[in-house]
């Protein structure tokens, strides 16, 4: 793994102890302590009893630094909709660690953009993406940016736009016969996405066929599918197939009782037995 074209790096996948203990390895010595700055020419380390050092890049055979508790936080902040906390815990890891090709900054970035668009910071949030894919180019995670660039447009409300880049997107790799774990996943954010503009549109019957088509041949995210049979139970609503729509929320709140919108399932469900008995 690279920084920024340079240095190997491999990630220690645990939360940081109080103590921090950045490694920094090269031929001739381990630097043991505390990262404070990473730009194009190296890393900038603060050891004990002898301060800041400046490791160049050239002489780095590899880097280890814990995952901070702060992505983490963020990550809970994002699930909650608490947009701006998950903004003020993921924003400074970013602006520390941007640019070291480790997974769990590779993910902070992503969360943080996310955050922003969730903020309605959308240049903030498209910022961040650029960045991303500038840094990151080889990243299984890039094979979803253009998704990503499509969710800032739908969150500014231009459907229309969003959902001709997506179509873009998605209609090459919708024809192979064979997708990596990565690409699958960005084609079911795709679909749902594309379901979602389609909507907007009123256009339910193709965004009927997006959800249907992340819950029959995009299942690679579990969440996501749950989302999708709510949203195409909603369709069918639109379309007035109650018994659809009844049957798509029986069978989602069998098999996901517990999901975050399931007392919104649950009375649609109950609304539709009341209005549509049959």
């Known amino acids: 793994m690279n920084l920024r074209g340079g240095i190997l790096l491999t990630a220690v996948l645990a939360v940081a102890p109080v103590s921090r203990a950045?490694?920094?390895?090269?031929?001739?010595?381990?630097?043991?302590?505390?990262?404070?700055?990473?730009?194009?020419?190296?890393?900038?380390?603060?050891?004990?009893?002898?301060?800041?050092?400046?490791?160049?890049?050239?002489?780095?055979?590899?880097?280890?630094?814990?995952?901070?508790?702060?992505?983490?936080?963020?990550?809970?902040?994002?699930?909650?909709?608490?947009?701006?906390?998950?903004?003020?815990?993921?924003?400074?890891?970013?602006?520390?660690?941007?640019?070291?090709?480790?997974?769990?900054?590779?993910?902070?970035?992503?969360?943080?953009?996310?955050?922003?668009?969730?903020?309605?910071?959308?240049?903030?949030?498209?910022?961040?993406?650029?960045?991303?894919?500038?840094?990151?180019?080889?990243?299984?995670?890039?094979?979803?940016?253009?998704?990503?660039?499509?969710?800032?447009?739908?969150?500014?409300?231009?459907?229309?736009?969003?959902?001709?880049?997506?179509?873009?997107?998605?209609?090459?790799?919708?024809?192979r016969d064979y997708l990596t774990d990565a690409q699958r996943d960005a084609v079911s954010e795709g679909l749902m996405l594309l379901g979602d503009c389609q909507r907007a549109q009123g256009q339910t019957e193709p965004a009927l066929d997006s959800y249907l088509a992340v819950v029959t041949m995009f299942d690679f995210n579990p969440d996501r599918v749950v989302e999708a049979r709510y949203k195409a139970g909603q369709a069918f609503e639109e379309l007035k197939n109650w018994k659809r729509a009844k049957d798509t929320y029986e069978e989602l709140l069998a098999d996901a009782p517990r999901v975050a919108f399931a007392s919104g399932v649950q009375k649609r469900l109950a609304g539709l037995t009341k209005e549509h008995p049959e």
């Open 22 to 175: 950045d490694i920094i390895v090269t031929a001739a010595l381990v630097h043991t302590g505390e990262v404070l700055r990473v730009d194009d020419e190296g890393v900038t380390i603060k050891l004990p009893s002898v301060g800041e050092v400046k490791v160049y890049r050239a002489d780095i055979l590899s880097v280890e630094i814990p995952k901070l508790a702060a992505l983490d936080i963020g990550a809970k902040a994002l699930r909650a909709g608490s947009f701006r906390e998950a903004v003020d815990s993921l924003k400074p890891v970013v602006e520390l660690y941007a640019g070291l090709d480790l997974p769990w900054i590779q993910e902070a970035m992503l969360r943080l953009a996310d955050a922003y668009l969730g903020a309605g910071n959308f240049a903030a949030a498209r910022a961040t993406f650029e960045q991303f894919a500038k840094l990151y180019p080889q990243s299984s995670q890039a094979a979803g940016l253009e998704v990503k660039y499509a969710r800032v447009l739908f969150d500014q409300k231009n459907y229309a736009k969003a959902a001709e880049q997506l179509h873009g997107f998605l209609t090459p790799l919708l024809k």
